[in-house]
């Protein structure tokens, strides 16, 4: 069985200062992770995505994600928070074996002028 | 990768009609995806569309609300029938190559029932 837990549902920080988004998975089997964006009144785009290569995954505007087998974790950071990064981030799981996705509950991160 | 475009773009409904969503992709997949988004949260997968096949709905779901045609490989709606206000969500159509690749797409249906 597979699951995602984001550990915080909203995220405040100042512009400027880094960004970190909690995200815990479990799966019986070598997993596929994706972090999604969803801006206000706009649809889903692609962060970036974890398939078993780089355990440091780089992914647009600046976003980058490590894979911790060991902690089960796939955190999403970026060094420097912009006005615009102010949106929904979605953390995902997938199966290799299907066509499953598992959604995590989504994290609002906010950003202070 | 796949380009989706999914219409209407939004709609507000009275109670106790239906409304049909359509999706489009711009090559052929095996599977396409309908979600729901209520307000604030986040996304729950409603039924998977196979061309030539019933769908397949997830617990909670039925074919009698949430109806689902997929006649070709590029196309798929989903109608939300005998509509309440607890169905005021986005409605999201999606299609990915599972294996663990990643999920594409459309700008979603912003549903308003009043």
């Known amino acids: 069985a597979q699951s995602v837990t984001q550990l915080d549902s909203h995220v405040s920080v100042s512009e400027g200062t880094p960004v970190l988004l909690r995200c815990n998975y479990s799966s019986s089997y070598s997993p596929s992770l994706f972090w999604y964006v969803q801006h206000p009144n706009k649809g889903l785009q692609l962060l970036l995505k974890?398939?078993?290569?780089a355990t440091l995954v780089k992914g647009i505007n600046g976003f980058e994600a490590e894979f911790k087998k060991s902690e089960t974790s796939f955190h999403l950071t970026k060094p420097s928070a912009h006005m615009s990064d102010a949106a929904e981030y979605f953390c995902v799981v997938s199966a290799r074996s299907n066509y499953q996705l598992i959604w995590g509950a989504g994290t609002k991160l906010i950003i202070k002028p | 990768s796949a380009v989706i475009s999914q219409k209407p773009s939004r709609d507000i409904c009275q109670r106790g009609t239906s409304l049909t969503i359509q999706c489009q992709v711009d090559s052929q997949v095996t599977m396409m995806f309908w979600y729901r988004q209520q307000p604030g949260q986040s996304l729950t997968l409603i039924a998977t569309a196979n061309q030539g096949s019933e769908a397949t709905y997830e617990s909670g779901f039925v074919i009698d609300k949430f109806p689902i045609s997929r006649p070709n490989l590029t196309f798929s709606t989903l109608t939300v029938s005998n509509m309440s206000p607890e169905d005021s969500s986005i409605y999201l159509c999606?299609?990915?190559?599972?294996?663990?690749?990643?999920?594409?797409f459309g700008q979603g249906t912003r549903l308003t029932v009043v």
């Open positions: 999606s299609v990915h190559g599972g294996g663990g690749t990643e999920a594409f």
């Open positions: 974890y398939t078993s290569a």
